[in-house]
């Protein structure tokens, strides 16, 4: 009996002993986890900056180029308006104007003198108009000078300002891989079992989103009543629904970041490139398009629609039934998710 209750207290202790290191190996897990998730928002939060200084540099590369136009055609216009100035000034030397007492001496009648004070009149309105001219050209001229001084200086310092977020993403990355390398034997068969498990869940939902879209869904989500006081003209945001449908195209398309190809997209970029097929004109920054399109509230959401989260870290394109489409974060892919699972909802926006 003593041997049997030696065993018995074994068996217990050494089970007591597996589950302890099962809950340790766990909670190591969804330690691992958080510190990527962590890591993860902080990619996020570099790709948008980034994504944001190379917006920025597309506006100003767009200021110069158009001011370099304006440059070229003010310069144009000032050579045209010296060279005039030049013929008439030599003409001058030439030929002088006659002075009113010689209009007066050489005029037959009253009616030539009226006619030739008239003439005199003109090229006197003439010259003037030409020597203005230069002078409002040449303070153009300065001021596209300086201007364009001032649009290359900014340039140059959003092309750091991205190559700075750059470096950020990838020290960020690395950091991120350094935690996935300790994650190594059994925590790292745990993450793998858990990776699965969400692929799954990932795959669940991706069929349904399919099976929604093919019977022609789209119901609006479960939300909140909209705020009190008239309610805001949203426009109908026509064929936004096909780009819903064009964004489903891609799921399982990685994550990455500054991506907006089928080779890989960032939360912005799926939806900057989805939408341009449908010639739509959608910037690859979120802050810019949270900016350009009018604001939805969440019991009037279409398919289509693109909502925001996290202060505008991050976003996706609504595609009916609560759920939207979206590139979440480094190392997963494109897929639907439900904005009810989702605590930090910002807002949505409709393109027009």
């Not at 190559?163 to 793998?192: F, N, T």
Request: proline share 5%; aromatic share 4%.
């Amino acid at each position: 009996m003593a041997a049997v209750a030696t065993a018995v207290l074994g068996a217990a202790a050494t089970e007591a002993l597996a589950q302890t290191e099962v809950e340790r190996r766990r909670a190591e897990v969804q330690r691992i986890q958080g510190d990527l998730a962590a890591i993860d928002a902080q990619v996020e939060d570099a790709a948008n900056a980034y994504n944001g200084a190379r917006y920025r540099l597309g506006e100003i590369q767009s200021d110069i180029r158009s001011n370099q136009r304006t440059l070229n055609t003010t310069e144009r216009a000032l050579a045209r308006a010296r060279v005039r100035l030049a013929d008439r000034l030599r003409g001058l030397y030439v030929a002088p104007n006659p002075t009113i007492t010689e209009v007066l001496l050489t005029s037959a009648s009253l009616t030539e003198v009226t006619d030739r004070m008239d003439l005199l009149e003109q090229v006197g309105r003439k010259d003037g108009q030409v020597v203005r001219t230069i002078r409002v050209n040449r303070i153009r001229l300065k001021r596209a000078r300086a201007q364009l001084r001032i649009d290359r200086a900014g340039a140059q310092r959003e092309v750091a300002a991205a190559e700075a977020e750059r470096r950020v993403v990838l020290g960020l990355l690395r950091r991120r891989q350094a935690v996935l390398d300790q994650a190594k034997g059994k925590l790292g068969e745990a993450l793998e079992v858990e990776r699965r498990r969400r692929a799954r869940e990932d795959e669940a939902q991706r069929q349904l989103a399919l099976e929604r879209q093919r019977a022609g869904g789209g119901a609006t989500p479960t939300a909140p009543s909209a705020p009190s006081g008239p309610a805001p003209v949203i426009p109908a945001g026509a064929g936004n629904a096909e780009a819903a449908r064009i964004a489903l195209q891609f799921l399982g398309v990685p994550y990455r970041w500054g991506g907006a190809s089928p080779s890989g997209f960032d939360c912005s970029g799926l939806c900057s490139y989805v939408y341009a097929k449908i010639g739509k004109s959608v910037p690859h920054y979120t802050g810019a398009i949270w900016n350009a399109f009018p604001k939805v509230p969440r019991d009037q959401l279409q398919p289509g629609d693109m909502v925001f989260f996290r202060g505008l870290g991050h976003m996706g394109m609504y595609i009916g039934g609560g759920q939207f489409v979206h590139s979440p974060r480094t190392g997963d892919v494109v897929k639907v998710s439900s904005l009810s699972d989702r605590s930090d909802y910002v807002g949505a926006v409709r393109p027009t």
